[in-house]
């Protein structure tokens, strides 16, 4: 223990992991019952690419009492509703995975088995269950408004996340964590001394040696702590998301800035277009087992909006997570922990779970019980789980078959809790709700629909009201969506204003 009994808490890495852990801890904990050191190398550098994020991260800020117009002027952020997948269930297809519902619940039953009595036989005045979701109609529209309070309002059944400069945000939150105590070290972890099945000491590069009660492990996919030193062991899901690299662009903006991300298959992975006040990101995610670098980089240059602004950058990654990330006194957050690629935007997300429960779970007198790491290990690695599901989906459910990535991705066996998850939708249009996992079943009903799986049945309720009810529901949701984004500001002007605030 450190000076007056205080934890001392060692977070090894300073990217996105690591600042964001560092500035909770400081606001949790600092100066009260724990003193934290960041350790992190300039020579090595982070991976900086995370720059879409899904609706939690608000909720992180407002945790920490950023001011969001601050937040967005200095990271030069951007909103997000959702997702646009283009070329996934057939080429030409486009959906939008919006942060929000679609319509509302009607005497208990989901909107949408109304929808599909409503829409059964083709009927051709039905609108298409993407009118009735009031994030899809304003992103479409490239308009934005943050939600209303009244619950009652359609103008509140959508959240929305942001898309930032990772660097920015990095840099953003050491200031934060700086300002509340948070000691950075500027170094390279040479050595790793252990201590009962846990982590004493590291030893930099100079010669200094740093002592912990607690450590974190934010050094990325290098994971020297977790695995480097504790050798915790990595779950390996690249037969189900075979996709192993990604290069990366920054593209001159063009145009308007879309309230949203977009992911377009390709033929042996897909790409990412991610908008930010100041330029476009773009990355393209593939598999070497399909396809070969220089190609993949070629594809991803000729598809770019605008000019390029950098070289492109090739990044390899793992699919999978550790089987343990917490072990004796060391947690592994971030990309030390595991990977699933960005298609979902759910890293950070992972993050941000990982740091909730090293909070609710945190060692009271420096005390290591071993059932927090075991109940830690188990939710942890329920969340990946869950998102590794989630991910398949939108490959496995394709009837694209023009490529041999394809061929593959669309016969592969998948896990059993998605082959379940599937079946029970195909079957009736049904989406388990669960504890534990980020996506509600209306991400769910997004993907699976957006994926051209269709129910075989309307629940049995749904299917004894006249049609003609369903119809007037629809028509009558799919029209107040409608009415509410022609309210919205456009995107850019919305941006504009929060910018001329400054
Ligand atoms: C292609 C790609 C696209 C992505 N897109 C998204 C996205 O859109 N949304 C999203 O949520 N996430 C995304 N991610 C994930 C996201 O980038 C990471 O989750 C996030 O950046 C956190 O990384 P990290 O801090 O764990 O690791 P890193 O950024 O790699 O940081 C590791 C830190 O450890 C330090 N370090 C390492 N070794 C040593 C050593 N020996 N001594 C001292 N310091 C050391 C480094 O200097 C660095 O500071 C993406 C990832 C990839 C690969």
């Not at 992180?60 to 997948?85: C, H, M, P, S, W």
Request: hydrophobic fraction near 45%; proline fraction near 5%.
């Amino acid at each position: 223990m450190g000076e007056d009994s205080k934890v001392r808490i060692i977070v090894v890495g300073g990217g996105t992991a690591g600042w964001m852990t560092a500035a909770t801890l400081a606001m949790s904990f600092a100066g009260r019952v724990a003193e934290v050191t960041l350790v992190e190398s300039d020579e090595i550098g982070t991976v900086g690419v995370g720059e879409a994020t899904v609706p939690h991260i608000r909720f992180f800020n407002q945790t920490l009492g950023i001011d969001e117009a601050d937040f967005v002027r200095r990271t030069n952020a951007t909103f997000k509703l959702g997702i646009e997948f283009r070329d996934w269930g057939r080429i030409g297809d486009s959906y939008i995975h919006p942060f929000g519902d679609f319509g509302h619940e009607i005497a208990g039953l989901p909107f949408h088995q109304h929808w599909l009595h409503a829409a059964r036989d083709g009927a051709a005045d039905v609108p298409p269950l993407e009118a009735c979701s009031l994030p899809i109609v304003a992103a479409r529209a490239n308009r934005f408004a943050p939600p209303l309070d009244d619950p009652r309002a359609v103008g509140s059944t959508y959240s929305y996340a942001y898309q930032f400069d990772a660097g920015l945000y990095a840099a953003y939150l050491r200031d934060y964590a700086e300002a509340r105590g948070v000691v950075r070290i500027e170094g390279r972890v040479d050595a790793v001394e252990q201590r009962d099945g846990g982590i004493a000491a590291i030893r930099l590069a100079g010669g200094e040696r740093i002592e912990g009660d607690l450590f974190v492990d934010c050094s990325g996919f290098r994971a020297l702590l977790i695995e480097g030193a504790l050798q915790a062991g990595h779950e390996d899901w690249s037969h189900w998301l075979p996709c192993d690299a990604a290069w990366a662009v920054p593209s001159a903006n063009t145009g308007a800035l879309t309230p949203y991300t977009r992911a377009t298959a390709r033929e042996a992975g897909w790409q990412w277009r991610i908008p930010l006040q100041h330029r476009t990101g773009n990355g393209h995610v593939f598999s070497t087992r399909f396809t070969d670098p220089e190609r993949a980089r070629d594809l991803l240059l000729a598809n770019l909006e605008g000019e390029a602004l950098a070289e492109p950058r090739m990044l390899r990654f793992r699919t999978g997570r550790r089987t343990r990330q917490w072990i004796g006194n060391c947690v592994a957050i971030g990309l030390s922990a595991g990977f699933l690629e960005p298609l979902e935007s759910t890293s950070i997300h992972l993050i941000q779970l990982a740091i909730g429960k090293l909070v609710e779970l945190f060692p009271s007198g420096g005390v290591l019980d071993p059932a927090d790491a075991a109940e830690f290990n188990r939710a942890m690695a329920l969340e990946y789980d869950r998102v590794r599901d989630f991910l398949v989906l939108h490959y496995c459910a394709t009837e694209r078959d023009d490529t041999p990535f394809w061929r593959h991705m669309r016969t592969m066996a998948l896990p059993p809790s998605l082959t379940e998850t599937i079946a029970a939708f195909r079957d009736r249009g049904v989406v388990a709700s669960y504890r534990e996992g980020m996506f509600l079943p209306a991400s769910w009903l997004a993907v699976c629909y957006g994926q051209r799986i269709v129910p075989d049945r309307v629940n049995p309720l749904v299917a004894t009201t006249p049609v003609a009810e369903s119809r007037a529901r629809v028509a009558a949701v799919a029209a107040a969506c409608r009415g509410a984004a022609d309210a919205m500001p456009t995107h850019d002007a919305h941006l504009a204003r929060i910018r001329a605030a400054a």
